[in-house]
């Protein structure tokens, strides 16, 4: 992932949800999947488009949890820690990778091949401790299958 | 679609979904919310699909929601005409010709069936419907019934009646269930009546607050504005439950048949319905219930013939705890940072842009149309004197089968965790955590409270949005408290100082606590500064924040005790901890060495291996994985 952008994405963002102030968390959740982060730039961009200062833009892609500033790596790791996960050794399974990739939770391995991020309940509470890789939930994990995951990546 | 304008249309409407609900050939049915599918439901049903196309068998092969049965998932049910319901699970890809070829020689595949349901009751119309025509076919009889299972034979499904029965992306099929039937009711009773109802029936908010929802809609009714909202929050907030994601993607059209019908009642023109921030799946199906209803006619203009009109948008949140303060989740509808604002102007008077709005959460909505539908009067008589209906519960933590379960108020905790088998390695119970971080920690002798909005908050917890976190022996309370404390902080919006200031302090010397060089003066000090929280903060985050603290020291001040003396007597707190190994119990298997990420396991073949404390980091690797417990901290 690179600074590189395409105004157009933008640009079909906004007329996605309208360019109206309320839909600025709708339009930075669409840019945040297409790009998979939120630049500078793209504030910049989108707060010509939209109208709005780029304070206020920046401080709402800052304050949710669902963006993110900085390019990500190829795969997210999400580490879940709610409370139920907590119990049963999420915080230790985050310890690990982040031994294992040598990199703090938040960040993102020198290859940009992985994102480190700890996560607060993602409702799969039944099946704790989780960690979800992209698009997929592995359920029951334990420090030896989670090593494994990240080999299977890899 | 067919549009729907007047009752009889509904029923027209009622009688296609039937068809499609209990057709002439087998319907096969797969849970299908995302907890099912992590574990591989969508592969179960394509797999389903083309085996039923390879054989020619003909058969609707149906995604629903969540079934509750969550160590049973994949869960797979089959309907036929004149023979029993029978619900089957686990289900893998691998055992589908297995169990197709069990279903078309015998009708049931008796090793992979869980339970048979003869008839079913359904709440809304309030009768049974009976799968089985005769007696129970022989093929049948070895299979338990429903009622003799006991995780489900204490339930009482009133939100949950839907879930895992039909397929949530079909509006035909809610509406065969009874679905708008009270909406349609309700648009021929006065809104004035609509609020009486929902005011005897005396539901009461299921976010944590427990307002009476009758006085909530009432004080918007009243409140002087052209234009009203009507908003639903769906996002779950609290760490360590996932009801709210469930209901969403199980049953979306019993949302918004309640919202519905409380924009009637209150006379708000448009609404919203705030969904957490990656739930994905729950959007797809609230987008689709929305506009298949639009469709229909039950949304948008003059709404069954009745004058009245009323839009409503699933919107997805941007992910943030605070947002569950009602203020903060408007200030994130208008696209701005979800922070609160102090509430002297009530946002049923200047809510949303500055006009009346009423903000529910995603159960009570839920509860709206069987209210209207069976009566005030029936539903009051479930529960206790002054908590009414069902709750439903997400039951996890230290708990052999965590799971989803519906129970009506009044129930006593005790029997809510049986329903999940019992503690993790049959250990003992400790302390439940009830009511999220907003909640508090209470002792082992509390499973005989019952599910209360004011018994629980007496005793220092409260209901919250029903998360009950069983914690057994081995947890650590400090260590509990820290973590509630530490997600407090993170999710703490930063605008009032008491909330701000007062969590950053109150870890620094909770990690005292657990580096055991915490003192009395610090407790004293953690007490008086949770008391400025309470009184100083802007919401209810900060306010309720202390809680976990507080309720802790209250229950197991020994605890904190034998911190400040070194001890971590749970052998959680990693700065007080050191491991062993028991050579009586050790069964000498290697697993520990294996793996052990620093090999600070060292011993020779064949003989108990013991832990060098120099290389030793704690991780928790090796506990982990023994088997008969004989790592000790």
């Keep these: 992932m690179t600074d590189h952008f395409e105004e157009k994405e933008i640009e079909s963002a906004v007329k996605k949800f309208g360019a109206k102030k309320e839909a600025l968390i709708s339009i930075l959740q669409e840019i945040q999947r297409k790009q998979g982060f939120v630049s500078e730039e793209m504030v910049l961009c989108l707060s010509e488009k939209l109208d709005i200062p780029v304070s206020q833009i920046f401080g709402v892609a800052s304050y ?14 999400q580490v879940c820690d709610g409370t139920s996960c907590h119990l049963q050794g999420g915080s230790n399974l985050l310890t690990r990778l982040e031994r294992e990739l040598k990199v703090a939770e938040k960040g993102t391995t020198e290859d940009l091949k992985f994102t480190l991020e700890k996560v607060r309940c993602q ?32 | 679609m067919m549009k729907i304008s007047t009752k009889a249309d509904l029923e027209a409407v009622r009688e296609k979904g039937g068809d499609l609900l209990y057709p002439p050939y087998q319907r096969i049915m797969v849970g299908m919310a995302t907890c099912c599918i992590a574990r591989g439901a969508d592969k179960v049903m394509s797999t389903l699909e083309a085996e039923v196309k390879k054989k020619g068998i003909t058969a609707s092969v149906v995604p629903v929601g969540c079934m509750g049965l969550c160590q049973s998932e994949p869960t797979v049910e089959v309907i036929q005409r004149g023979k029993p319901k029978v619900t089957y699970g686990p289900v893998s890809p691998e055992d589908v010709p297995d169990f197709i070829q069990a279903i078309v020689n015998e009708g049931v595949d008796k090793k992979r069936a869980l339970f048979r349901t003869d008839s079913e009751y359904l ?42 029965s039909i397929n949530p992306e079909s509006i035909e099929e809610y509406i065969a269930r009874g679905g708008y039937f009270s909406l349609s009711k309700a648009l021929r009773m006065k809104p004035e009546e609509v609020i009486e109802e929902v005011t005897r ?33 769906a996002s779950e907030g609290d760490p360590g439950i996932g009801m709210h994601k469930s209901i969403l993607e199980s049953d979306p059209h019993s949302i918004l048949e309640g919202i519905i019908i409380g924009a009637y009642a209150i006379g708000a023109q448009a609404g919203y319905i705030y969904i957490s921030s990656g739930y994905l799946l729950g959007v797809k199906r609230m987008e689709k219930a929305v506009e298949d209803a639009k469709a229909s006619g039950l949304l948008g203009k003059n709404i069954l013939n009745s004058g009245f009109d009323f839009t409503v948008v699933a919107k997805e949140g941007g992910g943030a ?27 049923a008077e200047k809510g949303l842009w500055e006009s009346p709005t009423d903000l529910n959460n995603l159960e009570t909505w839920a509860n709206v149309p069987v209210i209207i ?53 049959d250990r003992k119970l400790k302390a439940i955590q009830i009511g999220g971080p907003a909640g508090g920690v209470l002792p082992a002798e509390s499973a005989s409270l019952p599910l209360d909005f004011d018994q629980l908050s007496q005793a220092g917890s409260n209901l919250g949005s029903g998360g009950l976190i069983v914690l057994d022996e081995k947890t650590c309370m400090v260590d509990v408290a820290k973590y509630f404390l530490t997600f407090l ?57 202390p809680h976990i603290f507080t309720s ?80 000790k901290a």
């Design chain 2, 321 to 347: 705890y605070v947002c569950g303060e009602s203020t903060a989740l408007m200030a994130s509808l208008e696209g701005r940072m979800g922070e609160p604002r102090p509430k002297y102007i009530h946002t």
């Design chain 2, 123 to 164: 709440l809304l119309q309030g009768e049974s419907y009976r799968y089985i025509t005769g007696a129970v076919p022989d093929a049948f009889k070895g299979i338990p019934e429903y009622s003799e299972i006991p995780t489900l034979k204490k339930q009482l499904k009133v939100i949950l009646r839907n879930s895992g």
């Design chain 2, 373 to 425: 539908g069976k009566g005030a009067q029936w539903y009051s008589k479930i529960g206790t004197a002054k908590s009414k209906g069902t709750k439903v519960i997400s039951l996890s933590g230290n708990i052999k089968e965590p799971c989803l379960v519906e129970v009506p108020m009044g129930t006593l905790l005790k029997d809510i965790i049986e329903m999940g088998n019992g503690i993790v390695k």
């Design chain 1, 123 to 154: 409702g799969y509470c039944h099946v704790g401790p989780t960690v979800k890789i992209d698009d997929t939930v592995h359920g029951s994990v334990t420090q030896e299958k989670v090593v494994k995951l990240i080999e299977e990546q890899k």
């Design chain 2, 552 to 631: 802790t020291l209250r229950y197991f001040k020994d605890e904190y005790e034998a911190h400040m003396d070194g001890k971590c007597p749970a052998g959680v707190c990693k700065d007080l901890v050191f491991y062993s190994i028991d050579s009586g119990i050790c069964t000498v298997c290697g697993s520990c060495m294996r793996v052990c990420p620093v090999d600070a396991v060292v011993g020779e073949e064949k003989k108990v291996p013991s832990i060098d404390l120099k290389k030793c980091i704690k991780c928790g690797a090796c506990v982990e994985v023994c088997e008969v417990e004989a790592i």
């Design chain 1, 64 to 77: 949710y949890r669902a963006f993110s500033t900085q390019p990500q790596g190829r795969h997210t790791i």
């Design chain 2, 201 to 233: 029936a005396g539901l009461r908010g299921r976010s944590g607050g427990g307002f009476l929802t009758g006085s909530k809609w009432l004080s918007c009714r009243k409140a002087e504005g052209a234009v009203k909202y009507v908003l639903c929050n």
């Design chain 2, 489 to 545: 902080r993170e999710e703490s919006c930063g605008k009032c100082v008491p909330c701000r200031e007062g969590l950053k302090k109150l870890i620094e010397l909770m990690e005292r606590m657990s580096l055991g060089i915490g003192t009395k003066e610090d407790l004293a000090l953690m007490q008086e500064l949770s008391l400025a929280m309470e009184k100083g903060s802007l919401c209810d985050l900060g306010k309720t924040a």
